[in-house]
């Protein structure tokens, strides 16, 4: 299972923000950024892909091929 939650980092612990439905004592892996940490949604995909080099510059033309025929 895989949530994301709020918490305040107080008194060397994490406090969560709500509850969080899980039973006591159950060993979980914490990842931690802060709330203003940028995040790029499309961080994990770049470069992940193949396409023509110049895919960036004409991707209308790959898109939606060419409207003046």
């Known amino acids: 299972m895989s ?3 709020e ?3 107080t008194k060397g612990a994490f406090q969560p923000k709500q509850p969080v439905p899980l039973a006591e004592g159950t060993p979980v892996e914490l990842t931690v950024r802060t709330e203003t940490e940028a995040e790029d949604p499309f961080e994990a995909v770049i470069g992940t892909c193949e396409g023509p080099a110049d895919g ?3 991707h209308d033309q790959y898109l ?3 409207r003046h025929s």
């Open 64 to 66: 939606y091929g060419d």
């Open 3 to 5: 949530i994301t939650i």
């Open 7 to 9: 918490a305040i980092y």
């Open 56 to 58: 960036a510059a004409n």
